[in-house]
């Protein structure tokens, strides 16, 4: 095995199992894993948040979070991957309190492993505010996320968080929001200015605003890119089109990640490979992707 040199920022736990346990946790519950589970390319992101569902059905108990957080880190341990921050929502797992969902997965971190809290968008602030309270108490938790996405039957919006980011901002506690996946760049603005955003999930459409880039730029704020994710959900039509070399050329601390190892069929080397030979990326620039990928962590 190489010696662990790469950071992953984005990662999440239910998209990143192995497909061998998938099977057998599936086969244990007695459910067939569907045959188009898997993402492909231009698919949607409704489409793409809905094959979720299927998977959080076989991970409602502590030993599959703990297997599968271990089995993370050891599936990041073989892609030379030497800081790995997971992050999923402990309220979709069925276990008897969010606590011990958390904890569950904590369990099976390895040491290079820490973890991300996420809200969905739609949810109540309260529990926003909970998940805050639990992670402050918890070392190996080094932030919290808004993933998914909004939609118009949604109470809360991103306007209904700030209160919870405050706190964790308080607390001393990494913020990161799922923003500009294909929507408009005023998400991304609004991330950073009221939610105190350190880092930004995709944030594809960045580049429509020339005011938010200069945002971005100047409040450090660190771009987590998923462009072969991007390309199943249909944010981009294909892997060239990715804004990643631009924002490298205008100093945008944008960093590659995979979003979902699973459902994209990707890791972290395969990832930066393929981006690599798509945008013609020089060594310099690869090399910066990994320098802003060690800048952006929530953890040392």
Known sequence: MTSPTLSELHRHLDGSLRSDTLF???????VHVPDSLLFKPGMGLDDALSRFGFILNVLQDAPSLTRIAHEICEDAEQEAIGHLEIRFAPHLHGLSSLADSIDAVIDGLHDHGYLIL???????PDLLEHLV?????RPRVVGIDIAGGPSPGHRWGLGDY???FSKARRLGLGRTVHAGEGRPVAEIKFAIEHLHAQRIGHGVTLLDDPNVVDLVRARGVTIEAC?????HTGVINEIAEHPLKT???LGVEVTLCTDNTLL???SLPREYSRVSDALSLTQDEVEQLHLNS???RFAC
């Open 24 to 30: 057998e946790l599936a086969n244990r519950a007695g």
């Open 118 to 124: 996420c809200l969905l968008y739609g949810d109540p």
């Open 133 to 137: 309270d639990l992670a402050h108490h």
């Open 162 to 164: 700030g209160h919870g």
């Open 227 to 231: 462009p072969t994710s991007n390309w």
């Open 247 to 249: 924002w490298l050329e």
């Open 264 to 266: 994209s069929d990707i």
């Open 294 to 296: 060690v800048r952006g």
